[in-house]
């Protein structure tokens, strides 16, 4: 198994940043990609950014420019820097693994959400 926690959501006023964290434990054997969705009230889930192993990164093209993906392999962290935030950034946040622990087959893990406000 795979435990996810999250932190680093709350309120913030418009045009401020916040920095979320994701650090998964367990008996991982391989971390393939790592990324963060979002679920606003009314709406599906979306992805916001992910990162490979490699380093490779994809965003929702709402987010480009204003937020940023990272990861330390060393520490199994994910890390979702966003800056310039606009009320319409307003979620819930949740860390996606894509992860194999030792004698499973790789599988997607959720963690379990922190909100964002954005208002002022």
């Known amino acids: 198994q795979v435990q996810l926690v999250e932190s680093g959501g709350g309120l913030v006023q418009p045009g401020g940043s916040l920095k979320l964290s994701c650090t998964a434990s367990?008996?991982?054997?391989?971390?393939?990609?790592m990324g963060w969705y979002r679920q606003a009230p009314g709406k599906q889930r979306e992805l916001v950014a992910s990162i490979t192993s490699g380093g490779n990164t994809n965003y929702a093209d709402s987010v480009k420019g204003r937020f940023t993906i990272s990861r330390d392999n060393a520490k199994n962290t994910v890390y979702l820097q966003m800056n310039s935030l606009k009320p319409e950034d307003t979620a819930v946040y949740y860390c996606?693994?894509?992860?194999?622990?030792?004698?499973?087959?790789?599988?997607?893990?959720w963690g379990k959400g922190t909100l964002v406000t954005v208002s002022s």
């Open positions: 996606n693994l894509k992860a194999q622990v030792m004698g499973d087959i790789p599988r997607n893990y």
């Open positions: 367990g008996s991982i054997f391989s971390i393939n990609v």
